[in-house]
């Protein structure tokens, strides 16, 4: 946790602490965002939300329109049928949705404040599946659940964006931790961006690792390349991830899939992923290129992964197709040919590098006093601060595959773990 201090920095970390002290601390804090909180309905919860008393059911906070979602999904029908045969059904949005029952895992809420990225997730998902489009800061109560997920948001963390410790965006994982108390679900996994490792020399990345595992669990965390595990795309994240302490499982996150290595897949390239859309890319962010946009190479070529997928249409990478960038001084590259010799990636090639299936429907909101760009924009965000379809299977997958084995223990653990408040047993 942190201390308030006078200073630049409101919360600076705790480096001289022990394990009652922390717990308070975070008692203290989540206590006083419960207290801001509303009551999420008035309906009791048993009542409320479609749960599945045999398979995992799954909490996604900050959800976007569904990336980390679809890949636990995929990973829970690996778990039950086979990644082969997943894949088979995962070709057709018709069979997805007729076969997507068979899995281990079962969404039963959403919850983000992204109106047309809520919009795609009902596109995407059960209708069975409890969606609110509000601020979590103000929501009292969550469902009792299996898992907890959700990239919280990262702008205070982003190497791009502020970096003081005192951005109050940083501590939105303070409510992804109250859920947790909350429900005290078996597991939890949260994602976020590289920067968060070096925020505060690294201090902020311990004290989060220390307040999820005062809140009861076994924690570990891990950076990984969305490249590694058949992305085309070079996308470094960090993954937290969670196992309650009763629960005898100890999660190790998986190797590489993809690479130089030996028995290693090599990495999908651009060519693999978008070649065949060449001739028919749909709709992409048109318009000039800024000094900011030429102050550094934006195109790779047919035979690499893709730069990042930002969340951005005109901060979108460069279609590999035509000449190269030429750099021409420092922070200076150009467009040889002129601009109109290169596009950006449209917005169906970037969902491919995301690895999202080609039947994955996006809203642009439909908003008439929006033009084309501002509506394109729209699904570029959503599709770039989604966590990539691929990475998020195989992260899901250690679970998945324990879970299948070992699903009547954590049933049977299920109606006790629920039965006594946090709060109560770190304050008794």
Known sequence: MKIAERGRAKFRPLKEYDEKQIKKLLIDKIQIEQENAQSLSDQDFSDFFDRKTNKLNLVSLFSGCGGLDLGFELAGLDATLGKEKTNEILLSRDNFIENRDAGLFHTIYSIDMFKEANQSYKLNFPKTVVQHEKDIRK?????????????????????????????????????????????????????????????????????????????????????????????????????????REDIDFDYQFPAPTHGEGKNQKPFVTLNDAIRDLENNPGESYEGSFSPIYLSRNRKKTWDEQSFTIQASGRQAPLHPSGLAMKKIGPDQWMLPGGESMHRRLSVKEIARIQTFPDWFLFSDGNNPNINRNGRLDKIYKQIGNAVPVELARAIANPIAQWSAKNLNKIIEKRSTSQQLSLFEEIMV
Request: hydrophobic share 40%.
């Open 139 to 243: 929501v009292k109560d969550f469902p009792n659940c299996d898992i907890v997920l959700g990239g919280f948001p990262c702008p205070g963390f982003s190497e791009a964006g502020p970096r003081l410790i005192d951005d109050e965006r940083n501590f939105l994982y303070i409510h992804f931790i109250r859920s947790l108390i909350k429900t005290k679900p078996s597991f939890f996994i949260a994602e976020n961006v590289k920067g968060m490792l070096t925020l505060g020399k690294g201090e902020v990345i311990k004290q989060i690792i220390q307040d999820f595992e005062s809140a009861g669990y076994k924690v570990k965390f891990e950076l990984v390349n969305a490249r590694d595990y058949g992305v085309p795309q070079i996308r470094e994240r960090v993954f937290i991830v969670g196992v």
